[in-house]
């Protein structure tokens, strides 16, 4: 049974961080792409990052780049989003995913809410 749990969402003032993690259980060597999405109210669903996880590569969003970072772990099945200089703009719901096709993932976690004041 294929799981990804989200965790580290919060609130936080603008200029703050925040850290992501996402626990993936049940995902076969096919789901080559981790990442990590995110929709705020009224707004379509948006690419953030992504990783390849069998060398590491990585790909950023626009909004995000330079400011948020992903990663995984050793055994590759965690995967992690470090958010720096966070924004009122980066509010929204997260999600974390997995698949084969990086931006039409197969799985999805639940998702984790952050929440951005200014």
């Known amino acids: 049974q294929v799981q990804l749990v989200e965790s580290g969402g919060g609130s936080v003032q603008a200029g703050g961080s925040l850290r992501l993690s996402c626990a993936v259980s049940?995902?076969?060597?096919?789901?080559?792409?981790m990442g990590w999405f995110r929709q705020a109210p009224g707004k379509e669903r948006e690419g953030v990052a992504h990783?390849?996880?069998?060398?590491?590569?990585?790909l950023y969003g626009d909004s995000v780049t330079g400011r948020f970072t992903i990663s995984q772990d050793n055994a590759k099945n965690n995967v992690y989003l470090q958010m720096n200089s966070l924004k009122p703009e980066d509010t929204a719901m997260y999600y974390c995913?997995?698949?084969?096709?990086?931006?039409?993932?197969?799985?999805w976690g639940q998702g984790t809410q952050v929440t951005v004041s200014s």
């Open positions: 995913t997995a698949g084969p096709e990086r931006l039409s993932p197969t799985y």
């Open positions: 049940g995902v076969d060597r096919s789901a080559k792409w």
């Open positions: 990783i390849w996880r069998n060398t590491g590569v990585t």
